[in-house]
């Protein structure tokens, strides 16, 4: 799914058309998705941590 949503561009329901589940679910997994990766990258202390509430902000505002 995230790679649906990020690499192709797919709002929630084109991919819950895609692989046959509800809009709602995809948003699901991709929140949990995107958790996940931000907490990997601010445990690497690569990114500081406004620049992730910056890019989060960013990415659900399209």
């Not at 500081?48 to 505002?61: E, R, T, V």
């Amino acid at each position: 799914m995230y790679s649906l949503s990020r690499e192709e561009g797919l709002n929630y329901e084109e991919i819950s058309q895609r692989i046959n589940i509800s809009p709602n679910t995809v948003r699901n997994h991709l929140v949990k998705a995107l958790h996940t990766i931000r907490i990997f990258i601010e445990k690497q202390g690569q990114i500081p941590h406004i620049l992730l509430l910056l890019y989060y902000f960013h990415q659900n505002n399209h």
